[in-house]
């Protein structure tokens, strides 16, 4: 069994910044990733990582503004969040799957988080 427990959330304004952290306990040689979920919107996924941390994903809405990286010493997930847009306002949740290898499937991703809330003001 993995827990996850996400941070780093909260009210920024447009073109501000956040660190996103998920903890998780339990076995860590899991794919990680982030998704998130707008009020009214399907939940999509943001941006994943393999085990090693050798492959990363970005969803076309995020890359060059977002960055995921991970340390496996400290069981614990980032999320860079840079040059935030107000449609970037969303429930964040950190998740993991039962691989090892990069992936993005929602239906892959078997643990996760209670989400971490992240609202951007224009």
């Known amino acids: 069994q993995v827990q996850l427990v996400e941070s780093g959330g909260g009210l920024v304004q447009a073109g501000g910044s956040l660190r996103l952290s998920c903890a998780a306990s339990?076995?860590?040689?899991?794919?990680m990733a982030w998704f998130r979920q707008a009020p009214g919107k399907e939940r999509e996924v943001v941006a994943a990582?393999?085990?090693?941390?050798?492959?990363?994903y970005y969803a076309d809405s995020v890359k060059g503004r977002f960055t995921i990286s991970r340390d496996n010493a400290k069981n614990t997930v980032y999320l860079q969040v840079n040059s935030l847009k107000p449609e970037d306002t969303a429930v964040y949740y950190c998740?993991?799957?039962?691989?090892?290898?990069?992936?993005?499937?929602?239906?892959?991703?078997?643990?996760w988080g209670q989400g971490t809330q992240v609202t951007v003001s224009s």
């Open positions: 998740a993991a799957a039962r691989v090892s290898y990069l992936t993005t499937g929602t239906s892959n991703y078997n643990y």
């Open positions: 990582i393999s085990w090693s941390g050798g492959r990363t």
């Open positions: 339990g076995r860590s040689t899991y794919a």
